[in-house]
């Protein structure tokens, strides 16, 4: 028995009730606004430990010998990866090095030219990745 579906009738538009003046109401309004929000009851303070000055990681502070393709640009001497790395900066910002659209871009000259590897351009993040690979 196959049935088919008549589609429903349409239902005619409610009629809107007649349009009023709308009574002002001034006392619902003040209802409607919201009261003053309390202030949240003052925490007690967590016991702060004392302040200590935070102590780098060794590993960082070791001494390490930059390869002489590195050494054209942070000097030959024994210097911490992290000196290395502010010296790398030095060097870019004195040489205007960095790109002036995207800042995480570094342009390489001649000397970073051989540290990166060939590359004439690096982000930041790939730089210390190929300067770790001229230290020892």
Do not use: C
Not at 17 to 25: C, D, E, S, T, W
Not at 37 to 48: Q, R
Not at 105 to 134: C, R
């Amino acid at each position: 028995m196959a049935t088919t579906k008549k589609p429903a009738a349409k239902k005619p538009a409610a009629k809107k009730a007649a349009k009023k003046p709308a009574a002002k109401k001034p006392a619902a309004k003040k209802a409607a606004k919201k009261a003053p929000a309390k202030k949240a009851a003052p925490k007690k303070a967590a016991a702060k430990k004392p302040a200590t000055k935070r102590k780098p990681n060794a590993a960082f502070m070791k001494a390490m010998t930059p390869s002489a393709v590195l050494a054209a640009v942070v000097g030959n001497m024994p210097i911490p990866r992290t000196e290395v790395t502010k010296k790398i900066w030095d060097y870019i910002k004195k040489n205007r090095l960095q790109d002036s659209i995207n800042k995480r871009l570094i342009n390489a000259d001649d000397k970073l030219k051989q540290v990166f590897g060939g590359k004439k351009q690096v982000s930041m993040f790939e730089m210390t990745k190929l300067v770790s690979n001229h230290l020892k």
